[in-house]
C-alpha cells in the first residue's frame, strides 16, 4: 500500500511514520514537507526510516501535486489545524489524483462539529469540503494524549517530560476523559487504513478512560508526593472561553489569538463537557476501535506514568 504523509514531522506524524515504516513489506510510504524544512534534523530522521521525501508546496501547485499524488493508495493529513487552505488544496488534488482513502488532520478529541472548539470548526470545514468533493475519507480521533494528561509534582521531578503540564482539575476531579499514548496513534491508523468497514467513517481511538482524581491519586501513589488540586469551577472555564471569544472575533485571527481561545476549550471540551468519552463518541457516530480490534493491546496508562517517574519519559514538542 502507498501512503502519503503530510505534516510527517509533527508529533502524530511521527508516531504514525513510526508504526507504518515498522512494516515496510506492508506500507511504502512517503512523506510531502515544505521545501524550507528539507534540511531539518526531523526530516532526515524520516529518511532514515525509509521514508521518501518530497518537498513540495501544497497550495497554488494543484498539477504539481496531483503528479506527485499519481499511484498513491492513502493520504494522511497531519497538518496543524490553523488554517484551511492547504489541506484543502491536498484534499482537491488527491481526489484528481484517485486517491482512494484521505485522512484529514484530526487526531483530537470527539467532539460537535460547531459550537465546542475553534480548532474543531477549522476541521470541520476541511471534512465538509471533502466529502463535498465526494473524496473517499477516514476520520481518526484519538482523544487526550497521555503525555498532557499528568500534572506536575511538588519536586518537580517529572516537569522533563511535561511540555503541559496539567494545571486545572475540572469542578471536583470526577470527571473523565479518555487517554490514548501517541506512540500507539500511528498503531492505530495502521489499522484503520487497512479496514475496509472504516471507509467513509469516524473512528475513535482510545486506549483508557481516567478521571482526574484518579491519574492525581494514582500519581501520589507512585510519587510519594502530595499533589495540590488546582478545582475550577464550570463557571469559571466558560467566563474565560468568552473573554477569548471576544478577544478572538475583534482580532486579525493570528495564532496569538487561535491560541487564547483553543487552549481553555480543549480544557472544557475535554474535562468539563466530556465529549471525549465513548458514549458520546458513538452518539456522533464514531466506530470504536475497542469494538473493530478487541485484540489490540496498548500501552496501559499506569506504564506511561512508571515509565515518567523513572526518567524514561518523552516530552511532546521537546525540540520546538
Request: glycine content about 6%; aromatic content about 10%.
Amino acid at each position: 500500500m502507498n501512503v502519503t504523509i503530510v505534516g510527517a514531522n509533527g508529533e502524530a506524524g511521527l508516531s504514525i511514520i513510526d508504526a507504518l515504516s515498522s512494516s515496510p513489506n506492508e506500507f511504502k510510504l512517503t512523506a510531502f514537507v515544505r521545501p524550507t524544512s528539507i534540511n531539518k534534523l526531523e526530516i532526515q530522521q524520516i529518511k532514515n526510516k525509509g521514508v521518501s521525501v518530497v518537498p513540495i508546496n501544497l497550495e497554488n501547485n494543484h498539477d504539481e501535486l496531483v503528479k506527485a499524488l499519481t499511484g498513491q493508495d492513502v493520504v494522511i493529513s497531519c497538518l496543524v489545524p490553523f488554517t484551511t487552505g492547504p489541506e484543502i488544496a491536498l484534499a482537491n488534488a488527491s481526489k484528481e489524483a484517485g486517491i482512494k482513502r484521505f485522512l484529514p488532520s484530526a487526531f483530537g478529541p470527539p467532539c460537535p462539529p460547531e459550537g465546542v472548539m475553534l480548532l474543531r470548526e477549522f476541521k470541520e470545514t476541511i471534512i465538509n469540503h471533502v466529502k463535498k468533493i465526494y473524496l473517499p475519507y477516514t476520520v481518526v480521533d484519538v482523544g487526550m494524549w497521555y503525555q498532557v494528561s499528568l500534572p506536575s509534582l511538588p519536586s518537580g521531578k517529572i516537569d522533563y517530560a511535561l511540555k503541559f503540564p496539567a494545571a486545572v482539575v475540572a469542578e471536583d476531579g470526577s470527571h473523565a476523559t479518555s487517554l490514548t499514548d501517541l506512540r500507539d496513534v500511528g498503531k492505530y491508523v495502521a489499522k484503520i487504513i487497512t479496514d475496509d468497514r472504516t471507509l467513509n467513517k469516524y473512528v475513535f481511538a482510545y486506549n483508557e478512560v481516567w478521571t482526574q482524581e484518579e491519574i492525581h491519586t494514582h500519581l501520589e501513589e507512585v510519587s510519594g508526593e502530595k499533589i495540590p488540586r488546582n478545582l475550577m469551577p464550570a463557571r469559571d472555564i466558560e467566563a474565560t472561553i468568552a473573554d477569548a471569544q471576544v478577544k478572538y472575533d475583534a482580532s486579525d485571527k493570528s495564532l496569538p489569538f487561535i491560541f487564547g481561545l483553543a487552549g481553555p476549550q480543549y480544557l472544557y471540551c475535554e474535562w468539563f463537557r466530556q465529549d471525549n468519552l465513548p458514549e458520546p463518541a458513538k452518539y456522533l457516530g464514531y466506530l470504536s476501535t475497542k469494538d473493530l480490534y478487541p485484540d489490540f493491546e496498548p500501552i496501559k496508562y499506569v506504564d506511561y506514568v512508571h515509565e515518567v517517574m523513572q526518567g524514561k519519559g518523552k516530552s511532546i514538542y521537546a525540540d520546538r
